[in-house]
């Protein structure tokens, strides 16, 4: 069982962001735990915003191949603020534990698998969002590293869903019903869970 709110031992994080990033790293992870900390009584829809502006202003985007020299390599938060750049599912997995750590509940957010409309082509691109959901069928705000704006999915035309999942399940398209267990079907977020324990994170 995952609790409703995760925590993250900074001390930890901080200590390991020093050790294996420097001194510099170290005061963007303090950036981070301030806005934790200074976001965390704030409206859900405020923390949103929030959130996806920091990771907007703290990180660049690039791709694993440039980046890990690897085709598809899901980073933690300590491995993407330390470096201060990322793909899509690193901007994504950073959004989402802020989130959690914010007490926002697992059930209102969702990693999301999708294909991205290549601008000015019919050629689509493996690509990953995060999905906030207010209520359980509401329609999903989508926090993307693509664009800054925060949009609700129907204003996302160029994004279809393949599947989602966190801590708790994983769905197809856009089903309400869990199809399995994500840390069984999925490796990468099992080493994300696992990797990040290690660094701090307490789920």
């Given at each position: 069982m995952?609790?409703?709110?995760?925590?993250?031992?900074?001390?930890t994080?901080?200590?390991?962001?020093?050790?294996?990033?420097?001194?510099?790293?170290?005061?963007?992870?303090r950036?981070?735990?301030?806005m934790?900390?200074?976001?965390?009584?704030?409206?859900e829809?405020?923390q949103?915003?929030?959130?996806n502006?920091?990771f907007?202003?703290n990180?660049?985007?690039?791709?694993?191949?440039q980046?890990?020299?690897?085709?598809?390599?899901?980073a933690t938060p300590?491995?993407?603020?330390?470096?201060?750049?990322?793909?899509c599912?690193?901007?994504?997995i950073?959004?989402y534990i802020?989130?959690?750590a914010?007490?926002?509940s697992?059930?209102?957010?969702?990693?999301?698998?999708?294909?991205?409309?290549?601008?000015?082509t019919?050629?689509?691109?493996?690509?990953?969002?995060?999905?906030?959901?207010?209520?359980?069928n509401?329609?999903?705000?989508?926090l993307d590293?693509?664009?800054?704006?925060?949009?609700p999915?129907a204003?996302?035309?160029?994004l279809?869903?393949v599947?989602?999942?966190?801590?708790?399940?994983?769905?197809?398209?856009?089903?309400?019903k869990?199809?399995?267990?994500?840390t069984?079907?999925?490796?990468?977020?099992?080493?994300i869970?696992?990797?990040?324990?290690?660094?701090?994170?307490?789920?």
């Open positions: 995952f609790a409703s709110r995760l925590t993250i031992q900074f001390n994080f901080i200590e390991l962001m020093g050790q294996k990033y420097g001194p510099a790293r170290v005061t963007v992870a950036n981070w735990q301030r934790l900390v200074q976001t965390q009584n704030k409206p829809q405020q949103i915003l929030i959130v502006n920091f907007a202003r990180l660049r985007y690039q791709t694993d191949i980046l890990w020299k690897q085709n598809d390599y899901w300590l491995e993407t603020l330390g470096r201060g750049l990322g793909d599912e690193d901007y994504a950073a959004k802020s989130l959690r914010l007490g926002v697992d059930d209102k957010l969702r990693l999301i698998y999708v294909k991205a409309k290549l601008a000015g019919n050629k689509t691109q493996a690509h990953m969002v995060l999905g906030y959901f207010a209520t359980p509401a329609q999903p705000l989508i590293s693509l664009i800054t704006k925060v949009l999915a204003k996302r035309v160029d279809s869903p599947f989602s999942f966190n801590s708790q399940g994983l769905w197809a398209n856009n089903s309400t869990s199809v399995a267990s994500p069984a079907r999925l490796s990468r977020w099992r080493k869970l696992e990797q990040t324990s290690q660094e701090g994170v307490m789920w």
